[in-house]
Structures are given as C-alpha cells and as structure tokens.
C-alpha cells in the first residue's frame, strides 16, 4: 500500500468517525424532544452547580474559544439552526402571549417610532432640487402604495422576537419594488454548498445558517438561501443587494441575531406565574364569606356531615404504591361559608400575606427592565415610584436607549430606501437627470430619516436659545425654521399674503416671551433657570 492510498484510509477512518459521532448526536437530541417536552435545558451547566455564582467570574462553564464564533455560530447561546429555532420560538411566545413582554414591546415600539419616520431626499447642489422632487415623488408614491408604516411596525416587532427580521426587496417592473418578509427558519443552510457556489458563479464560499459569505468574512453577507417548503425541493436565492437583514443582539462576526426576549425569558415567567398564582388564590378566598368554628363538644361527623354531599366530581389516582387515592373536588361559589372540626382553628394560607407575594412579582419585572433601560412603570404598569417627566427628561438612560435604537432602525430603513432606489435607477426612472447608477445617485442627492423625539420639550425655552443663536449670527432662519418644526419656504409665502401687523412684532409683545428684536447682547441673556443664567453668553470664539 503506497503512501497515497495508506492517507486516503486514514482520512476515511476520520470522516467516518466523525459521521459516527454526529449520528449519536443527533440521536440523544431526538430523545429529548420526542416527548414534546422539554427534558434538558442546553444552557443548564451554567447554572446548575450550588458552588458557584450563576455565570460568574470564577465560574462559567463555558471557557471561550476561537471557535465560539467560527462560520457565523454564537456559542454558547447558539451552535446551530435548531438552537436558533428554541430561541424565536421562546421569544415570539413572551412577545405575542405574555402580558408583560407585549407591553415592554409595544412601548418599545411606540416610543421608537411612533406615528413613524419621515423620509426626506434633499439635493446636495441646488441645481438638483428636480431631481431631488423625483425621488421624494418616488419615495412618497411607494409609502403609500405599501403602506410602509405598517412595514416599519412589523420590522421592529420581528426584530424584538425573533431577533433578526429578513426583508426581500422584489422588482416588480416600471422601477417599482414589492416587499416580503420571509421568515427567519425559511433562511437556511443548503444541502449542496459546492452546487450553490456553481449556481452563484462564486468559489469556495460558507454557506452555514443560510447566509452565502466569503470564508472568514462572516460579517459580509454576498446572498441568502430561501427554503421555501422546509426540505429544499424549492427554493429561492435572493443577493445582498435585495435582502435587508437586521439582525440584533450579536457581534458582527455572528451570522444570526437573537431576541431580545432570550436574556430575561426565565423572569418573564416567574413574574407571570406569581402574579398568575396570588390571582387563583384571591379568586378562591374572595368566595368565601367566613369560616364557622363549632362550639366544644361537637363531633366531627356532625360538622362534616354539614357538607356532605357538596362534592362536585372526583378524580382516582394512582400512588406510587400501585395503592388508588380519590380526590374530592367542590367549586366555591361567591358567598360559601367553611366549617371546621370542633377544636380545630382556622389559619390563613400563605396567600394571606399575598401583598408579599405581588412585591416580589414587581420586583422580578424591575430586574427585566433593566434589559431595554426602561422605567419600572412601563413594565409593570407600577407608577407609584416614577415621576414621568423626570424620565423623559434628554439624559436619562431610557432616552439614550431609545434614541440608541432609533439610530439602529434608521440604518436599516436607509439601507432599504437606498435598495429600492436601485431598483428604480436600473429601470430607468431619473435617466434624464443622466443617473445610471445608484452610487450616481447618492452623490447627487442625501437621505434624512427623522425619528419622533423622545424626550420631553419645552419649547418656549428652545426657541429662546434660537432666538439667541440668530441674534448672534450662529444660525440661519431657515435653521430656526426647521428646528421649530416648520417649512421655512412655505411659511415666508403666507406670510407675504398675509403679512403680520406691527403690534404683533412690538418688542414689549416679544419681551412677554423671553423674547426681543434688535438691541444688544444683555437683552438677549437668559433669565431665570435657563441655560446661562447668572452671566453673559460667552463670546464668540472663546
């Protein structure tokens, strides 16, 4: 046996060994959920030791390796595409079924976008500005026709769940663009990498989660595999260029995001089973009226025979001793009364201190608002510990967060702005203005996406600062304009229709105000608690 053929048996021995493990693998995972249920929890090891903090410094149970992260996985959180399927699957149920998950969602969501984002394209250079009308005319014809508010709802509800919404851009012809959502287990790994490379004419490219990359570039997505029966017999490629994925929650060399339910998933449920068990327990004692206590001497057949023939069903059961024991069932309607053995007192149940119980239920909600940064009462519907306005005030860590998300939503509502254009520049839409290609276009004309703001204002304030920022030549009036939310171009043509009185612009008019016209930089200091009080602005340059 030569040297060649001795190598070729050993490498068989390998893969065959490996197949062999992967089988047993396998095997012991089928075990576990062919019941249904779930036997063992995969990140158990962390935690199930006394001797050690739950993922402490000292001990984790799972030390890092370079392979953590190797073809796009997130060990330990996830390795392959079934853990990945555990993790939406938990998240969707705390998102769409329990009562706190769905309002820490609908918050998120309603101060992240609120009634929505604006969209406007601007020209860079003023000779552009018809250009500049096109798009917009375009952008405005595709919200409406898609109705793109819901689609920015439905973005960041799958982002929340499932931690990565997959949104395909589908050119529909005449430069106009159709949007699907395809559903993240849909997105998987081929069963032929080496055929999918030939089909996409690339070489050598990683495939794992569904997501074609160069190797070592996990973080470069060239093309996604769409399954769209669940065994491949049809399937569906789809380039970077129309696929808007906006995974979350992993760092960048991760192919997958996770939800954002996963970190908190365990107290979401505690806090629902407590508040979940004081409410039956309340249910029930709420139905009793009072418990009678027969005086000495009373037997206990008499005051058992007081409620006999109240059972309402009965249930056999086995013991463990092959031995059958009945249970006795009977239904407490509003107004029962209890009677109890001669001798005997009666003893609330622990749910007699349900006070306690509703405590450690708020308690448990506080530490999973820690998850988004959020104040207590969004979580737990508490507001007894929260001012409002003092959380909506600019530097609060709720707002940070939130504006922190927006910004991240931004990203990828500009990446599908920017897609579909392309679409539209392929087609020939702005030719005339000589645009052949979308890089064409973004040298020429700028997106501004503007979310709702979230903190609280106070305008009166603000638009003294303007007042003493034009004074000083620091800004222009359609600046001023923009920041007080109005359309300077529009407002200046009213106006010449309908031009203001000159007792409307008397400075003792303004002065109510806080505010002036004309005059020196004292008039203009701010008064009160105002920025700058107590001292002049500072100069210029200084």
Request: with cysteine.
């Amino acid at each position: 046996m030569t040297a060649i053929e001795e190598l070729a048996e050993i490498r068989t021995e390998v893969e065959l060994e490996l197949a062999r493990a992967q089988l047993k693998q396998l095997r012991n995972d089928q075990q576990l959920r062919e019941s249904g249920e779930v036997i063992g929890d995969r990140l158990g090891f962390l935690d199930d030791d006394a001797r050690f903090e739950y993922r402490s410094r000292i001990f984790t149970g799972h030390e890092s390796r370079l392979s953590d992260r190797e073809d796009g996985k997130n060990e330990p959180i996830y390795e392959n595409e079934v853990d990945l399927a555990e993790i939406r699957g938990d998240g969707r149920l705390l998102g769409q079924e329990n009562p706190a998950g769905i309002g820490a969602q609908v918050a998120l969501r309603n101060y992240t976008f609120g009634t929505g984002f604006e969209y406007d394209f601007s020209p860079k250079d003023k000779k552009d500005s018809a250009l500049a009308e096109e798009v917009q005319t375009w952008n405005d014809e595709f919200d409406e026709r898609l109705k793109w508010r819901f689609y920015e709802k439905e973005f960041h509800e799958r982002s929340i769940q499932d931690g990565e919404p997959f949104l395909e851009l589908e050119p529909i012809g005449g430069g106009r663009v159709d949007c699907l959502f395809r559903e993240p287990d849909a997105i998987t790994e081929p069963n032929d990498w080496r055929g999918m490379d030939d089909f996409t004419g690339q070489i050598s490219t990683n495939w794992r989660f569904g997501i074609q990359t160069s190797l070592g570039r996990p973080h470069r997505p060239l093309s996604y595999f769409v399954d769209l029966t669940g065994d491949q017999t049809d399937w569906h490629w789809v380039p970077a260029a129309r696929m808007v994925h906006g995974k979350r929650n992993v760092p960048a060399n991760c192919k997958r995001g996770v939800s954002d339910f996963h970190p908190v998933s365990s107290e979401l449920r505690r806090a629902d089973k407590v508040l979940r068990n004081v409410g039956e327990g309340a249910t029930v004692q709420s139905a009793i009226a009072f418990i009678r206590e027969h005086a000495p001497g009373t037997t206990g057949s008499q005051v058992l025979s007081l409620g006999s023939g109240k059972t309402e069903f009965e249930l056999n059961r086995t013991t463990p001793g092959g031995t059958s024991r009945t249970h006795r069932y009977q239904r407490y309607l509003p107004g029962t009364i209890l009677d109890v053995r001669a001798g005997q007192v009666y003893k609330p149940g622990p749910m007699g201190t349900g006070a306690v119980f509703i405590d450690v239920g708020q308690a448990i909600l506080r530490y999973v608002a820690v998850r988004w940064n959020m104040p207590e009462f969004i979580i737990s519907s508490n507001a007894g510990n929260t001012n409002f306005a003092s959380i909506l005030v600019a530097e609060t860590p709720f707002v940070k967060a939130i504006e922190a998300e927006q910004v991240w939503f931004i990203e990828f509502m500009a990446e599908a702005k920017w897609k579909m254009l392309a679409v539209a520049v392929m087609a020939g839409r702005f030719a005339q203005w000589g645009i052949q290609t979308l890089a064409d276009l973004k040298t020429r004309i700028e997106l501004e996406i503007k979310a709702p703001r979230v903190n609280i204002r106070n305008r009166l304030e603000e638009t003294k600062i303007r007042d003493v920022l034009f004074q000083r030549g620091l800004v222009s009036k359609q600046t001023w304009s923009a920041k007080e939310e109005l359309n300077y171009e529009h407002e200046q043509a009213m106006l010449k229709e309908d031009p203001p009185l000159p007792e409307q612009l008397n400075p003792s008019v303004l002065g109510k105000a806080g505010l002036a016209v004309g005059g020196g930089d004292k008039e203009f200091q701010p008064q009160g608690d105002e920025p700058g009080q107590n001292g002049r602005m500072p100069e210029l340059g200084k």
